[in-house]
């Protein structure tokens, strides 16, 4: 079983920027895709950006591309979003998630094996 942890969210105003972090641990880690998904109040949990582990493509959402940017760090088996231009919109819980193995629907969830707890991104106007 592999344990994924997010941290890094926070309240921020409109314009601000954050860091967030999924480390995973646990049996030795190996990934086709990582993602990171969101949930706000009353919503459906969407998708947000995905990486193919082993080569690094990156994959995002309309809403967040040019403001977000996933990245992972292969050595430390931790993954990022880079997350500028915040708007009142992208407020919600972050999930990050991982899939083993085989190509799928990246943006669909429930291809994802494996799920972290989240971590509230609240982002004022």
């Known amino acids: 079983q592999v344990q994924l942890v997010e941290s890094g969210g926070g309240s921020v105003q409109a314009g601000g920027s954050l860091r967030l972090s999924c480390a995973a641990s646990?049996?030795?880690?190996?990934?086709?895709?990582m993602g990171w998904f969101r949930q706000a109040p009353g919503k459906e949990r969407e998708f947000v950006a995905a990486?193919?582990?082993?080569?690094?493509?990156?994959y995002y959402a309309g809403s967040v591309k040019g403001r977000f940017t996933i990245s992972r760090e292969n050595a430390k088996n931790t993954m990022y979003l880079q997350m500028n231009s915040l708007k009142p919109e992208d407020t919600a819980v972050y999930y990050c998630a991982t899939r083993y193995s085989g190509s799928a629907d990246y943006s669909r969830p429930e291809i994802y094996d494996d799920w972290g707890q989240g971590t509230q991104v609240t982002v004022s106007s």
């Open positions: 646990g049996r030795t880690f190996s990934s086709y895709y």
């Open positions: 990486i193919r582990w082993s080569i690094g493509w990156a």
